[in-house]
């Protein structure tokens, strides 16, 4: 019994998956999600991405939290449209369900969009099982989490189509070996891609924007 309703349970979050693909497709929406655990930079990295200004591309971000509304507030001096979404009134998800996400969806007008960023609720597993019908998850995990995360929680960069390598300016006081991470990386997913950067120095923040201008346009 208890199989057959995870199963249930399942399927009805894939159907809302296909339900949100079809809406983004609909409007030529590019989704994008930012994974990872708490403090890894995600909202630092978006931040410094939106104020690349993304060549003209309409964004607005969905941020995924189980509390408060505090990234959303950091964003908030972009004047772009923000739609927070947490976890915690419906049992506190360590991820960010379609149901979830299908909700927030509906307080942004698509058609006047280009691309919806969306933070995940932080954490290193859950984020990674469930599909919310992006067009691209990003993994960004911090310098100071360690060269062996990937080995530890393969899903995440097997899963993902891009790896964010965040705070790489501490890597010399931290003692970090980014050749021992990208070994890593690829003993997991060899195809993946994968981008250094510093939200405080600015590093890679501009490879990062042209990677992204490019799958928008590809799609």
Known sequence: MEIKVVKKALAAGEAVADEIRGKLA???????????SPGSGKTAVIERLLETGLDGFRAAVVEGD???????????????????VNTEPFGGDCHMPPNLLSSGLEDLDLSTLDLVIVENVGNLVCPAEFDIGENLKVVV????????????????????GLCVVSKSDLAGALDFDIDRLRTNISRVNGTIPVIETSARTETGIDELEGFLIARIRET
């Open 26 to 36: 609909e409007n030529d929406v590019y989704m994008v999600t930012f994974m990872g």
């Open 66 to 84: 189980i509390a408060t509304t505090a990234d959303a507030e950091r964003l908030a001096r972009f004047d772009i449209p923000i739609v927070q």
């Open 141 to 160: 995990l911090s310098i100071a989490e360690g060269e062996d995360k990937p080995l530890k929680y393969p899903l995440i960069f097997r899963e993902s």
